[in-house]
């Protein structure tokens, strides 16, 4: 068994997309980065690399490389959960935790789940999402940004 966390966090600005987990949320603001900005993902694929020590997201994707830009983050988790399934590890769940203050989150938790897990090609009930304020402080708070954490257990295949 194998224990993994990951942390990844972006600037929100008018005139972005805002992609989490890997589905498209209506909102004012979206998430400034070099590809899509899901930091859900991108927090993903930092715990699944580091339970392995396989480096981080940075490393394997880096944001100088034109081939990244504007890139599905879900392209990105299918190539990470690759290297994991190289090593010979499968995924036994992910829990993870979105800092946002605005939108609310809640009505696309289920499709965050069922976007995650067909990527990874685990079960739903395999990944937890849940997303919380940080009522009204820090740059979350005044709606500058989105944050997440992502804690996952791999186990031996």
Do not use: W
């Amino acid at each position: 068994m194998r224990i993994g966390n990951g942390y990844d966090v972006h600037r929100l600005a008018k005139g972005y997309r805002l992609v989490l987990g890997g589905v498209e949320i209506p909102h004012e603001k979206g998430c400034v980065a070099h590809s899509d900005g899901d930091v859900v993902l991108h927090a993903l694929c930092d715990a699944l690399l580091g339970a392995l020590s396989l480096g981080d997201i940075g490393q394997h994707f880096p944001d100088t490389s034109d081939e990244y830009l504007g890139i599905d983050s879900k392209i990105l988790l299918e190539r990470t959960y690759s290297m994991v399934k190289e090593e010979g590890y499968s995924l036994v769940n992910a829990d993870i935790t979105l800092l946002l203050q605005k939108p609310k989150i809640a009505p696309y938790i289920a499709q965050m789940k069922d976007s995650i897990a067909s990527v990874l090609g685990v079960p739903a009930n395999s990944i937890s999402v849940k997303a919380t304020t940080t009522e009204r402080l820090g740059y979350i708070g005044r709606e500058e940004g989105v944050s997440c954490y992502a804690t996952i257990l791999l186990s031996k295949s």
